[in-house]
């Protein structure tokens, strides 16, 4: 039986330039025969509509169009719905830092991308569920969903930043690097109170801290941990400052060559599950370079949950 793909297209990606790429794969289905419908994204979260209905309908393989961003919409589509059978999710990177390509060994190409999907080789991976309040004061609660990591701290500051502007006109390596510099600058060091595995924890003069599947933090900086596709767990990266702020900041090229656990304030550690309490002056939760909402928010390991073509 032939696969039945959706391709979930956003063409606000890498600065608006994904609307040519999408053209471009459309027209590379058709020249292989696919059977497959589209759906171009039109403002935010579309991808997490699109993709629940999609699921609902009982597409094989949901193909996810545009930057990390829109990856983590499409797996938080594709876990809304309630179904016995859930599509496998495909990738064709068209944003600006592929880290959910990398860290899964998926082409970074269009064509090599596309040549993977009509393969249909695949493999499982864990999936993180994050519980965290719509509004600041409280309020709704939303469940979302995240393949690669979540952060808290200055972490937020920067994908605002970079997001906004900066990747914009600098490109994704310095444009992210002048977000968190300038994110850097006027930033208070607070004490965050989470519980890990429901063990009570307080991180003193916390700058940031990463729940993550994937070792590629964002933009070229990684850490090195332990951590397996399908293992079950999370790594838990802390950044806390112990020392002067010049020390600190001439650590910071260690983020991009994966040794920054040589700085004193930096450690990890290994969880399936964690919970973040509010913290009023740095409330925002951050997932796959996307602000989702605000603290507190309960994050929790699916394990072995999606399949993924690679």
């Given at each position: 039986?032939?696969?039945?793909?959706?391709?979930?297209?956003?063409?606000?990606?890498?600065?608006?330039?994904?609307?040519?790429?999408?053209?471009?794969?459309?027209?590379?289905?058709?020249?292989?025969?696919?059977?497959?419908?589209?759906?171009?994204?039109?403002?935010?979260?579309?991808?997490?509509?699109?993709?629940?209905?999609?699921?609902?309908?009982?597409?094989?393989?949901?193909?996810?169009?545009?930057?990390?961003?829109?990856?983590?919409?499409?797996?938080?589509?594709?876990?809304?719905?309630?179904?016995?059978?859930?599509?496998?999710?495909?990738?064709?990177?068209?944003?600006?830092?592929?880290?959910?390509?990398?860290?899964?060994?998926?082409?970074?190409?269009?064509?090599?991308?596309?040549?993977?999907?009509?393969?249909?080789?695949?493999?499982?991976?864990?999936?993180?569920?994050?519980?965290?309040?719509?509004?600041?004061e409280g309020g709704q609660q939303r469940?979302?969903?995240?393949?690669?990591?979540?952060?808290?701290?200055?972490?937020?500051?920067?994908?605002?930043?970079?997001?906004?502007?900066?990747?914009?006109?600098?490109?994704?390596?310095?444009?992210?690097?002048?977000?968190?510099?300038?994110?850097?600058?006027?930033?208070?060091?607070?004490?965050?109170?989470?519980?890990?595995?429901?063990?009570?924890?307080?991180?003193?003069?916390?700058?940031?801290?990463?729940?993550?599947?994937?070792?590629?933090?964002?933009?070229?900086?990684?850490?090195?941990?332990?951590?397996?596709?399908?293992?079950?767990?999370?790594?838990?990266?802390?950044?806390?400052?112990?020392?002067?702020?010049?020390?600190?900041?001439?650590?910071?090229?260690?983020?991009?060559?994966?040794?920054?656990?040589?700085?004193?304030?930096?450690?990890?550690?290994?969880?399936?599950?964690?919970t973040i309490n509010a913290c009023p002056?740095?409330?925002?939760?951050?997932?796959?370079?996307?602000?989702?909402?605000?603290?507190?928010?309960?994050?929790?390991?699916?394990?072995?949950?999606?399949?993924?073509?690679?």
């Open positions: 039986m032939s696969k039945k793909y959706f391709l979930i297209i956003n063409p606000t990606a890498h600065s608006g330039r994904a609307r040519r790429d999408g053209e471009k794969i459309i027209a590379l289905f058709k020249e292989r025969g696919a059977d497959f419908d589209f759906e171009w994204t039109k403002k935010k979260e579309d991808a997490i509509s699109i993709a629940h209905q999609a699921t609902c309908k009982g597409y094989q393989i949901l193909v996810a169009i545009g930057g990390d961003g829109t990856i983590c919409e499409v797996i938080s589509g594709i876990f809304a719905a309630e179904v016995t059978s859930r599509p496998k999710l495909g990738v064709i990177h068209v944003g600006t830092s592929p880290d959910f390509n990398k860290n899964h060994g998926i082409a970074l190409d269009i064509e090599g991308a596309a040549e993977a999907l009509f393969s249909n080789n695949t493999k499982i991976i864990d999936i993180g569920k994050v519980t965290y309040r719509q509004d600041l469940i979302g969903f995240f393949a690669s990591n979540a952060n808290f701290g200055v972490g937020p500051l920067v994908v605002g930043k970079s997001n906004s502007r900066y990747r914009k006109y600098l490109g994704d390596f310095l444009g992210t690097l002048t977000a968190l510099l300038v994110s850097l600058v006027g930033f208070r060091k607070v004490d965050f109170s989470v519980e890990i595995e429901g063990k009570k924890r307080t991180f003193n003069k916390l700058i940031n801290l990463t729940v993550g599947k994937d070792p590629y933090i964002g933009s070229g900086m990684r850490i090195f941990s332990e951590i397996k596709p399908d293992d079950g767990k999370f790594y838990i990266f802390s950044i806390e400052r112990k020392t002067s702020w010049s020390k600190f900041l001439m650590s910071i090229p260690k983020l991009y060559n994966g040794n920054f656990l040589e700085y004193s304030g930096a450690a990890l550690q290994y969880a399936s599950e964690i002056q740095y409330p925002f939760i951050e997932c796959d370079g996307d602000i989702k909402g605000y603290l507190p928010a309960k994050i929790e390991i699916l394990p072995k949950a999606l399949a993924i073509v690679v």
